[in-house]
């Protein structure tokens, strides 16, 4: 085969599964990239199509956490600087830094009804460390 | 004391530059001494930086912010290197040492090229200590020393984490070599078999540590985050993961070059592109611009002085690719089917791979700059990575044994039958008795695929040398590699589909039921370590006549005032019984303390394939015995 074909071959080979990569990333980016929810954000967009995973962030009400199923889910109240809020439940063991009135970020789905059950909860990692998706509401309050 | 250390690297520094400059102008010799002496002086530094972390000299501002007298020993000595400042001085160490060692050990016969080599080395080296001793540096003095220091942080005080930056580092810092050997020979014009033959070593040299190293990371987060699983998509772990990528494809290009001095601009710009990730890699783990559960040390500004490093070095090295890459020559002549054309293909996959990662990793930054605040998880790179990477998995068995040039393609149709047929049967048995799902019976038959193909091609190959026992180091390496591919595959599929997790909430005395398991809480004791306290559960699981004791904690150090989750794991043989501790709950005037039990099938299949990557990646470093007859068959790979 002659240097030149070969090349042609190649080149069009690697392209040919560059563009499938493409295509296949943009369909998975637009289908699983997960949307950032405060309450605001909730109570001015309305609720996402249902089933999909979204992420949901703000403060712990204080006083809002509550138990379920003998004691295996966690429900509590996310609260952010609007009149909004929005109810999480969690199935598992808090995060270790996970306090009422400390930031939190959930991933998970809403209910029809609104409520948001959480697959995974992210606490402040240590004294230093907010996750990144609180800054915007720190600097707003 | 430091102080010593302070004037070592300064030392040191000095050192890098005379080897820069000598190296630059071709003087091989004496490139080589600094270097050497280079190495002395900055493992000195190191040493008497570890040393202060020792003694807990609480003088120094680093060991004050980082350490505490109560750590044990290993942690302290750990911490030299668990923090932002001293991991850079580990970083530079490792750098200078690269350095050093590749001018005691190399002889390619070609005195400019080697002393260029070691002066792009060096120049490599002068960057990390400029960055290191002006931007981050580990030897300032505090004034006045506290009579104690802030403590590690725990989630750190980890057997598995005190291994992991150095074999880390070693992997990334590896692969400054393979530039420095990329920008030399770029600036020779030679790109050939001398040329391979050395770049080869190099980056098996740091394919091997960055192997284990992101492997010993996994495992900690494993067991130490407590949330059962063993890869999160986390940035900071795709941080690890794209160097490894493109690492994997130089080892197979390299062989092309070596063999056939074919993909000569290929190879040399992938040994640049191996080197410039592991920087971004530092960069995107060090700036903080990305979330991660992962994340320690962050500063912004060393952030930005790490992409100015990045862009540097980018710009000089592929400047030089760009100028000099047309005038590379061409190796011997091949068809696309054909071990070339095979191990071509492989490189484009395993490329396109690295870019998907790359995409989901930065996503969330460049949808930021446009107001959005999004994130990407698993299932992005369910959807993307994982059926890019199988393309090559799938094609592996078969075109491991192309020959070079042009493939025999009798045995064709017997591989495509027999892979049609090994797929048939896992999908009947997914369908059927396993009831997991098509996608998790596809990935068992290629698990299953890649072990058999790996064999069989040792089988190949044995049956050429004579004996088994006659074959070179690289087949052996080979073999292990691609076995281990698979046993990873097998071990991550069963894993990823066969998992079972769920909550506990039980008072002392009760018993709840997890996949078959009934664990029954026993007792929850307030215990005392060295540097922390805790609260440990004693639990006794039980399913048909096996029992087993698990004994989870949540410890406590009051010097960070943090907790960590010290999670038990209860080995079957088949998979890991693991349990977590969370907090206690007081559920109608009850208390009860909350467990998240997981069942993780076939966690260590998963690990052991990674290890046998990696030792195959040592053992392909081995030198070929050269007793060997040519006439007994090239050991083409």
């Known amino acids: 085969m002659r240097a030149r074909t070969r090349r042609l071959y190649t080149f069009g080979i690697a392209a040919a599964l560059i563009l499938a990569a493409a295509a296949l990333a943009f369909f998975a980016l637009r289908e699983n990239a997960n949307l950032f929810y405060t309450p605001e954000v909730l109570a001015e967009k309305g609720l996402p199509p249902e089933g999909r995973e979204v992420k949901v962030g703000g403060w712990v009400e204080p006083g809002s956490l509550t138990y379920a199923d003998g004691g295996a889910t966690m429900r509590f109240i996310v609260i952010d600087n609007s009149p909004s809020t929005i109810t999480v439940s969690f199935n598992g063991v808090a995060p270790d830094l996970f306090r009422e009135g400390q930031g939190v970020v959930a991933t998970g789905t809403f209910t029809p009804e609104g409520e948001f059950i959480a697959r995974q909860l992210l606490a402040k990692h240590d004294e230093n460390y907010q996750p990144r998706e609180l800054k915007p509401l720190e600097a707003g309050g | 004391m430091i102080e010593l250390g302070h004037f070592a690297a300064f030392l040191a520094l000095g050192l890098a530059l005379a080897q820069t400059v000598l190296g630059l102008k071709g003087e091989r010799r004496l490139a080589g001494l600094t270097a050497i002496a280079g190495f002395g002086v900055m493992s000195l530094a190191f040493l008497i930086l570890v040393f202060a972390f020792m003694r807990s000299d609480f003088s120094v501002a680093l060991v004050a912010?980082?350490?505490?007298?109560?750590?044990?020993?290993?942690?302290?000595?750990?911490?030299?290197?668990?923090?932002?400042?001293?991991?850079?001085?580990?970083?530079?160490?490792?750098?200078?040492?690269?350095?050093?060692?590749?001018?005691?050990?190399?002889?390619?016969?070609?005195e400019t090229f080697e002393a260029r080599a070691l002066g792009v080395q060096g120049m490599l080296a002068v960057g990390s200590l400029a960055y290191l001793l002006f931007a981050s540096s580990p030897f300032l003095r505090l004034d006045p020393a506290p009579f104690q220091g802030a403590g590690l942080n725990p989630l750190l005080q980890d057997p598995a984490l005190a291994l992991h930056p150095p074999m880390l580092y070693l992997g990334y810092v590896g692969y400054s070599?393979?530039?420095?050997l990329a920008a030399a020979g770029l600036m020779e014009g030679r790109i050939d078999r001398v040329w391979a033959k050395e770049a080869r070593i190099w980056s098996l040299a740091a394919f091997a540590p960055l192997t284990l190293g992101i492997a010993l990371g996994s495992y900690w987060a494993y067991y130490e985050l407590g949330w059962g699983g063993w890869w999160f998509w986390d940035p900071v772990e795709n941080a690890s993961l794209m160097p490894w990528l493109i690492g994997a494809a130089l080892l197979h290009s390299v062989i092309v070059t070596e063999k056939r001095e074919s993909f000569a601009a290929w190879t040399a710009l992938l040994a640049v592109l191996s080197f410039l990730f592991s920087i971004l890699g530092a960069f995107l783990v060090r700036s903080g611009v990305l979330t991660s559960v992962h994340a320690f040390a962050v500063d912004p500004e060393r952030g930005t002085l790490l992409l100015l490093g990045l862009l540097g070095y980018g710009g000089f090295a592929l400047g030089l690719f760009a100028l000099r890459a047309p005038s590379l020559l061409g190796g011997k002549p091949w068809t696309l089917l054909s071990r070339e054309g095979a191990l071509m293909a492989n490189n484009v996959v395993l490329i396109v791979a690295t870019l998907t990662v790359l995409l989901g990793t930065l996503f969330p930054l460049i949808a930021e700059a446009f107001g959005r605040t999004i994130s990407v998880g698993e299932p992005y790179f369910n959807l993307t990575f994982v059926p890019i990477l199988a393309l090559a998995l799938i094609i592996l068995p078969v075109v491991q044994a192309w020959a070079w040039g042009k493939a025999d393609l009798k045995a064709w149709t017997r591989w495509a039958i027999g892979g049609a047929a090994l797929t048939a049967v896992f999908m009947l048995l997914g369908v059927g008795p396993l009831n997991i799902?098509?996608?998790?019976?596809?990935?068992l038959a290629l698990g299953f695929w890649l072990v058999f193909g790996a064999v069989w091609e040792m089988k190949r190959r044995a049956m050429n040398f004579g004996r088994v026992f006659k074959m070179p180091a690289r087949v052996w390496a080979m073999t292990l590699a691609h076995a281990g591919l698979g046993l990873f595959v097998l071990g991550a599929v069963l894993e990823t589909s066969g998992r079972y997790e769920?909550?506990?909430?039980?008072?002392?005395?009760?018993?709840?039921?997890?996949?078959?398991?009934?664990?029954?809480?026993?007792?929850?004791?307030?215990?005392?370590?060295?540097?922390?306290?805790?609260?440990?559960?004693?639990?006794t699981a039980r399913k048909g006549g096996t029992t087993a004791q698990l004994l989870p904690m949540k410890r406590f150090y009051p010097a960070a005032a943090m907790p960590t989750t010290e999670t038990a794991i209860h080995k079957t043989g088949a998979g890991d019984l693991y349990v977590a501790l969370g907090e206690q709950r007081e559920i109608d005037g009850e208390a009860r303390w909350v467990f998240r039990v997981y069942y993780n099938p076939m966690v260590d299949v998963l690990y052991l394939g990674v290890v046998l990557i990696g030792l195959g990646g040592f053992l392909a470093m081995w030198p070929a015995r050269r007793s060997l007859k040519p006439a007994a068959g090239e050991a083409s790979l």
């Open chain 2, 177 to 180: 070599f393979v530039f420095a």
């Open chain 2, 502 to 539: 769920a909550t506990l909430a039980l008072p002392v005395g009760g018993t709840g039921t997890v996949a078959g398991w009934e664990i029954t809480l026993n007792d929850v004791r307030a215990i005392e370590g060295p540097n922390w306290y805790a609260d440990k559960a004693e639990l």
């Open chain 2, 437 to 443: 799902p098509l996608g998790a019976a596809f990935g």
């Open chain 2, 65 to 110: 912010n980082n350490s505490h007298t109560l750590k044990p020993m290993v942690y302290k000595i750990a911490g030299a290197w668990g923090n932002h400042e001293g991991s850079m001085a580990l970083w530079c160490l490792v750098t200078i040492g690269f350095g050093a060692i590749a001018a005691a050990t190399m002889r390619t016969g070609r």
